[in-house]
């Protein structure tokens, strides 16, 4: 009954946290009021934010890598941009048409950017520790 329990509010927490963040990047004042343009407006603040973090977690990685493996990173990070970009077409192509296209695009490319972000930085950390 306990871990029950304890489920259902590690469950919360892992379904609040995601929205706490989003709402992080939203003006002050920011009310349920909010415009579609206004609710894309923010997630694609979020996206860049992200973009960002995936740019200097690369330029981290390859100033420490040598020559050959900074040509191999260079090769993998042309391929997974292109997968991360039409991955997030596909994702939000079923919202075409909808003003909450580019919500729904910007999170996917938000999340991928992330996701690509902890990989580089683990990478990183591995190829430091050798």
Known sequence: ???????????KTVLILPMLA??????PGYGQ?????ELNQ??????TAADLALNKAYSQLMRSL???RQ???????RAWLKFRDAQAELVSSA??????????????????TE???AELTRMYRDDAAQ
């Open 1 to 11: 009954m306990g871990n029950s329990h304890l489920s259902v509010d590690k469950m």
């Open 22 to 27: 989003y709402f992080m990047f939203l003006p």
């Open 33 to 37: 009021s909010a415009t579609q343009l």
């Open 42 to 47: 923010a997630a694609n603040r979020q996206y």
């Open 66 to 68: 040598q020559p050959k």
């Open 71 to 77: 040509q191999q990173l260079k090769v993998a990070q």
């Open 95 to 112: 919202y075409t048409g909808g003003s909450i296209r580019p919500l729904i695009h910007s999170q996917a490319l938000r999340e991928l």
């Open 115 to 117: 996701h690509r972000t």
